[in-house]
Structure formats: structure tokens, C-alpha cells
């Protein structure tokens, strides 16, 4: 069964560019991700688990148009009250639109995410853990200060998705 997961982010930019190319190294503050697991025995759980995240940008300014790739390699975010743990990662093709009387620009992203569950509620560990993945979408907005060679600047994202659950196969985990 599909489920939606929400994801808001809030990232800095430190960026390097030439010749209309980029290249951003991307820190999230706070990664959310919200998660409900069908279980066959406990029921529905759900909860919103966070953390910081980095990763990568690479692309091509073309005019008041920005196109790139964004690579967010697997990081662990949780759920301190309940003792949970996952694995995210995440790779999008993204556009950006910077308004030119303005260091402001908003956007959109598409491109594929995965969410694995380490540690269930109250430190619970799976045999094999629940993994589920999909297509992610959504929208961006933020602003750039530019310092000539090099810019630094903040934008907040809100991405969806509909995951399929991949496994588990040997656990009481009906879907994610």
C-alpha cells in the first residue's frame, strides 16, 4: 500500500561558480520526514522523524533560469521520544527561477527518494529493515547573496512522494 510522506526542509547554500555553472554544497538544518507504518499486530504508527542532512548541487545558470542535479546521500534522521532511526536519500533534478530585480527565486524538484526504518517505535529492531522508495516532488523558494566568485544563500523546500514499501520480508511490517 502507497502512503505520502511530507519532507520540509530548510538548507544554506555555499556555492562556487564559473562560466554559468555551479556547484553548491547543501546543509539542512532540519530534514522532516513524516512516515506511518501499517503494522499487522501494533496497528497504524506514525511520527515525524528529523535531522540535519547535506549534500550536493551541480548546474547551469541559463539567463534568470537555473537547472541542476541534486544528490543527498544516505543520512540517518529520528524520533528522539520514541527511540526511532532511518535512513533517507535522496537525488532530484531540480529548476530554479531567480527574479531579476532580486536575490530571491522560487522553483520546483522532481526525482527519486528512499526512506528505510532502522529502528521502530521504542528501539524495536527488524530482522530485515522496512525500505520503501519513489518518485519525490515539490516546490522551493530562497534567496541567493552573491560575493562576486562565490554566493551564500538559504531556500526552504517541501517535497511529496508516494513510496512502495520494498520488504520487510520476515517482519510484521504490512507497509510504509
Known amino acids: 500500500m502507497n502512503k505520502i510522506l511530507l519532507t520540509s526542509l530548510l538548507t544554506f547554500s555555499f556555492s562556487a561558480y564559473a562560466e554559468g555553472y555551479f556547484a553548491e554544497l547543501r546543509l539542512g538544518v532540519s530534514d522532516r520526514y513524516h512516515k506511518v507504518v501499517n503494522h499487522a499486530t501494533n496497528g497504524k504508527l506514525e511520527g515525524d522523524f528529523s535531522g ?10 541559463i539567463g534568470s533560469h537555473a537547472i541542476y542535479l ?9 524520533i528522539k521520544s ?3 532511526l532511518a535512513n533517507v536519500q535522496s537525488t ?22 528512499s526512506f528505510e526504518l532502522v529502528q521502530g517505535p521504542n528501539g524495536v529492531k527488524f530482522t530485515d529493515n522496512p525500505v520503501t522508495k519513489g518518485v519525490t516532488y515539490g516546490v522551493n523558494a530562497g534567496y541567493i547573496k552573491d560575493f562576486d566568485s562565490a554566493y551564500l544563500g538559504g531556500d526552504i523546500v517541501y517535497n511529496f512522494g508516494r513510496y512502495q514499501e520494498d520488504g520487510p520480508s520476515s517482519t510484521a511490517v504490512t507497509d510504509i
Not at 540535519?52 to 545558470?61: D, E, M, Q, S, T
Not at 541534486?70 to 529520528?78: K, S
Not at 531540480?94 to 527565486?105: I, L, N, Q, T, V
Open 52 to 61: 540535519p542532512n547535506a549534500g550536493l548541487r551541480v548546474g547551469k545558470h
Open 82 to 84: 520514541a527511540n526511532e
Open 92 to 113: 532530484l533534478l531540480g529548476y530554479r527561477y531567480h527574479f531579476e530585480s532580486s536575490a530571491f527565486f522560487v522553483g520546483g524538484q522532481i526525482g527519486q527518494s
Open 70 to 78: 541534486e544528490y543527498n546521500p544516505e543520512q540517518q534522521v529520528e
